[in-house]
């Protein structure tokens, strides 16, 4: 009988392929979820100190015991004084004081944050042109602005026995995001050399906010690329032009010395073959949805002894419908049909969301325990 594991020591043994004494459980908390567990709203997360959303995070993990905590990043220092937040009865609109690239990151023309849904912003959207006139935050300047004050606390709080990760962006979906999906696409087209230099300025920088995060104690990226899948752009596009810088940022990451899982938002189906070419230590897929298929048994197939899989359990539909036999029949079907042999961690497709019941997510994890005992049979 193999020896307990730490939640720690158990993630990093299915990241590196091996067995460990039972499948890990991950899943993705983006903050909508963990508030209610102490009786908040998702604004009081989104608008809350750095130690309250610390602390909000690290609640949701002791509640339910998975082996990882997506750490999320906070404010700087000096962020209150740089907003205007307006109370409109059902939501928050917060207004940047002034606009531009700034340490911190991107200020937005307006942030909408409901008091208990999910924010979204109106960005201010830059010129293809000047993205790469853009100054470099290092890491050095990122640290002190205090943006990661959160991931310092929750990795000595939590560090030694449980994984902490965090989320770090792509050049292709940083590039989209910064001039605008429309502008973005267009430029793909007529301005191909401007996009690829911003894509660079892009990853400069994520590489000056990897090293920052890892200095404030993060032991694992998750870097995802929301924008790049064949519902959105060609397999064509996708090969020229975020398949190459997705590589180059997971061959530059790999310097820093900590696991990188590659999420590739979207459907994959398509170019599968494409994404695995860029080797990073674990590949993450969302859950089946809005009209395509994502193979989760496919896609294990192709990665067993290749890469981890982090396997998206169903957190748009399933999770949150409260059928707690069906979460545990779909939860033992994914687990002995492809847990064999290591290199399999339990996680969900998309962000686990506010309707999820604590019973249902505890039915995903007890299950998993269950019948994900190393060695796993039928």
């Given at each position: 009988?193999?020896?307990?594991?730490?939640?720690?020591?158990?993630?990093?043994?299915?990241?590196?392929?091996?067995?460990?004494?039972?499948?890990?459980?991950?899943?993705?908390?983006?903050?909508?979820?963990?508030?209610?567990?102490?009786?908040?709203?998702?604004?009081?997360?989104?608008?809350?100190?750095?130690?309250?959303?610390?602390?909000?995070?690290?609640?949701?993990?002791?509640?339910?015991?998975?082996?990882?905590?997506?750490?999320?990043?906070?404010?700087?220092?000096?962020?209150?004084?740089?907003?205007?937040?307006?109370?409109?009865?059902?939501?928050?609109?917060?207004?940047?004081?002034?606009?531009?690239?700034?340490?911190?990151?991107?200020?937005?023309?307006?942030?909408?944050?409901?008091?208990?849904?999910?924010?979204?912003?109106?960005?201010?959207?830059?010129?293809?042109?000047?993205?790469?006139?853009?100054?470099?935050?290092?890491?050095?300047?990122?640290?002190?602005?205090?943006?990661?004050?959160?991931?310092?606390?929750?990795?000595?709080?939590?560090?030694?026995?449980v994984l902490v990760a965090n989320n770090i962006g792509v050049p292709f979906?940083?590039?989209?995001?910064?001039?605008?999906?429309?502008?973005?696409?267009?430029?793909?087209?007529?301005?191909?050399?401007?996009?690829?230099?911003?894509?660079?300025?892009?990853?400069?920088?994520?590489?000056?906010?990897?090293?920052?995060?890892?200095?404030?104690?993060?032991?694992?990226?998750?870097?995802?690329?929301?924008?790049?899948?064949?519902?959105?752009?060609?397999?064509?596009?996708?090969?020229?032009?975020?398949?190459?810088?997705?590589?180059?940022?997971?061959?530059?990451?790999?310097?820093?010395?900590?696991?990188?899982?590659?999420?590739?938002?979207?459907?994959?189906?398509?170019?599968?073959?494409?994404?695995?070419?860029?080797?990073?230590?674990?590949?993450?897929f969302e859950e089946s949805k809005k009209g395509f298929v994502v193979d989760?048994?496919?896609?294990?197939?192709?990665?067993?002894?290749?890469?981890?899989?982090?396997?998206?359990?169903?957190?748009?539909?399933?999770?949150?419908?409260?059928?707690?036999?069906?979460?545990?029949?779909?939860?033992?079907?994914?687990?002995?049909?492809?847990?064999?042999?290591?290199?399999?961690?339990?996680?969900?497709?998309?962000?686990?969301?506010?309707?999820?019941?604590?019973?249902?997510?505890?039915?995903?994890?007890?299950?998993?325990?269950?019948?994900?005992?190393?060695?796993?049979?039928?």
């Amino acid at each position: 009988m193999q020896k307990k594991l730490s939640s720690k020591e158990r993630m990093l043994a299915a990241i590196n392929l091996e067995e460990p004494d039972v499948i890990p459980v991950a899943p993705y908390d983006g903050f909508w979820y963990a508030p209610k567990l102490l009786g908040l709203r998702i604004s009081d997360y989104y608008l809350g100190s750095n130690k309250l959303r610390a602390k909000i995070t690290l609640a949701a993990q002791k509640r339910h015991g998975y082996d990882w905590i997506l750490a999320g990043t906070g404010h700087t220092h000096d962020w209150r004084k740089n907003v205007d937040i307006k109370d409109i009865g059902d939501r928050y609109i917060v207004t940047p004081k002034k606009s531009g690239w700034q340490l911190g990151g991107w200020w937005y023309n307006e942030w909408v944050v409901p008091k208990d849904d999910i924010p979204h912003y109106l960005s201010g959207y830059l010129k293809i042109e000047d993205v790469p006139e853009l100054e470099i935050n290092d890491s050095d300047s990122i640290l002190r602005g205090g943006e990661l004050e959160q991931v310092e606390i929750i990795s000595k709080r939590v560090g030694d026995e449980v994984l902490v990760a965090n989320n770090i962006g792509v050049p292709f979906g940083d590039a989209a995001f910064m001039v605008g999906l429309k502008e973005w696409i267009l430029a793909l087209y007529r301005k191909p050399q401007l996009a690829e230099k911003a894509m660079e300025w892009c990853l400069s920088q994520t590489l000056e906010y990897a090293k920052a995060l890892v200095e404030a104690g993060t032991e694992a990226f998750y870097m995802e690329e929301i924008w790049a899948s064949t519902d959105i752009i060609s397999p064509s596009l996708y090969e020229r032009f975020a398949f190459p810088y997705e590589r180059l940022q997971i061959e530059k990451l790999r310097k820093l010395g900590v696991p990188l899982i590659f999420s590739f938002c979207g459907n994959p189906m398509l170019i599968l073959d494409k994404i695995i070419e860029t080797k990073p230590d674990a590949h993450h897929f969302e859950e089946s949805k809005k009209g395509f298929v994502v193979d989760i048994f496919k896609i294990r197939e192709k990665l067993r002894g290749r890469a981890c899989f982090f396997e998206p359990f169903d957190a748009i539909n399933l999770l949150p419908s409260g059928d707690l036999e069906a979460i545990r029949k779909s939860v033992i079907e994914i687990v002995t049909e492809t847990a064999r042999g290591g290199g399999v961690v339990l996680g969900t497709g998309c962000p686990l969301i506010k309707d999820t019941s604590p019973e249902s997510l505890d039915m995903m994890i007890r299950t998993a325990r269950k019948v994900g005992k190393y060695p796993i049979r039928a």
